[in-house]
C-alpha cells in the first residue's frame, strides 16, 4: 500500500512569489491534515480535512495560506504572497475511522 | 494551554547501554498519546498509541508507558540504527489535530 506522498519535495521561492503544496493521502482514508515545523520550533497544526470538507483550520496562520481538498482526494496547499517566515517543512497526513495519523515525507519551503 | 514537553533535547548513547525518554503533557483530556520516530529528510514515522494510564507497547526495543502526566519511551540494548528523532504528540477529546513536542534527537554509537 502507496503512502502519503508530497510534492515538490523542496522549493526556493522568492518573497512575494506564489507556491503551491500537493499531497496525496493513502488511497481510503478520508481524513487529511497539513502541519508544519519551522526552523527550530516542532511541528504545529494548519486543519484537517474530512472528503472535501474543512472541519478545523484553527492553525492557518493568515490569509496568505489557502488549502483545498477538491473531490476528497488530493489537497494543495497555496501560499500567496509567501513571506520569509514561511519557510519551513510542510508535512500532510492521512488517517482512517482508526485514527492513527501517518505522515508524508514533507515538502522543504525556503522563502528567499 | 496544552504543552508537550520533551528530555532531553539530545542523547548519546552507547550500543547496548539502555535509557528512556519523556514525554511530559498537558491537556484537558487526554484521548491519546502518540510515539513517532523521525529520521532526518523523511516524516514522522509512526510507533504507538497510547490511551489510559497503565498502559504499555512494545516493539522490537522499544517501549512505552503511559501516566496521567507523562509518557516514557524505554530503549533497551540500543543499536546504532535506533539513531532517529524520536517525538511525542497527544490529542484531545474534542479535536483530532495532533500537538507535538520539539523532539528526543537519539544518536547512538557502536
Known amino acids: 500500500e502507496a503512502g502519503v506522498t508530497q510534492f515538490p519535495s523542496h522549493s526556493v521561492i522568492e518573497k512575494g512569489q506564489t507556491v503551491t503544496l500537493r499531497c496525496d493521502p493513502i488511497?481510503?482514508?478520508?481524513?487529511l491534515y497539513w502541519y508544519r515545523r519551522v526552523m527550530g520550533k516542532e511541528i504545529k497544526f494548519l486543519l484537517h480535512?474530512?472528503?472535501?470538507?474543512?472541519?478545523?483550520e484553527s492553525g492557518m496562520p493568515n490569509n496568505r495560506f489557502l488549502a483545498e481538498r477538491t473531490g476528497g482526494t488530493y489537497s494543495t496547499l497555496k501560499v500567496q504572497p509567501a513571506e520569509l517566515e514561511d519557510s519551513g517543512v510542510y508535512f500532510c497526513?492521512?488517517?482512517?475511522?482508526?485514527?492513527?495519523?501517518?505522515f508524508g515525507p514533507g515538502t522543504r519551503l525556503l522563502v528567499l | 494551554e496544552d504543552q508537550v514537553t520533551q528530555s532531553p533535547e539530545a542523547l548519546r548513547l552507547q550500543e547496548g547501554e539502555s535509557s528512556s525518554l519523556n514525554c511530559s503533557y498537558t491537556?484537558?483530556?487526554?484521548?491519546?498519546l502518540f510515539w513517532y520516530r523521525q529520521d532526518p529528510g523523511k516524516g514522522p514515522e509512526f510507533l504507538f498509541t497510547?490511551?489510559?494510564a497503565g498502559e504499555e507497547k512494545e516493539k522490537e526495543r522499544l517501549k512505552a508507558t503511559l501516566t496521567k502526566k507523562e509518557s516514557f519511551l524505554h530503549i533497551t540494548a540500543p543499536k546504532p540504527e535506533d539513531s532517529a528523532t524520536y517525538l511525542c504528540?497527544?490529542?484531545?477529546?474534542?479535536?483530532?489535530?495532533?500537538?507535538f513536542g520539539t523532539g528526543t534527537r537519539l544518536q547512538v554509537f557502536p
Open positions: 504528540a497527544v490529542r484531545e477529546y474534542n479535536t483530532d489535530k495532533l500537538i
Open positions: 497510547l490511551y489510559s
Open positions: 497526513a492521512s488517517s482512517s475511522l482508526q485514527e492513527t495519523q501517518y
Open positions: 480535512f474530512v472528503k472535501e470538507s474543512k472541519q478545523d
Open positions: 488511497s481510503g482514508h478520508d481524513n
Open positions: 491537556v484537558s483530556g487526554l484521548r491519546g
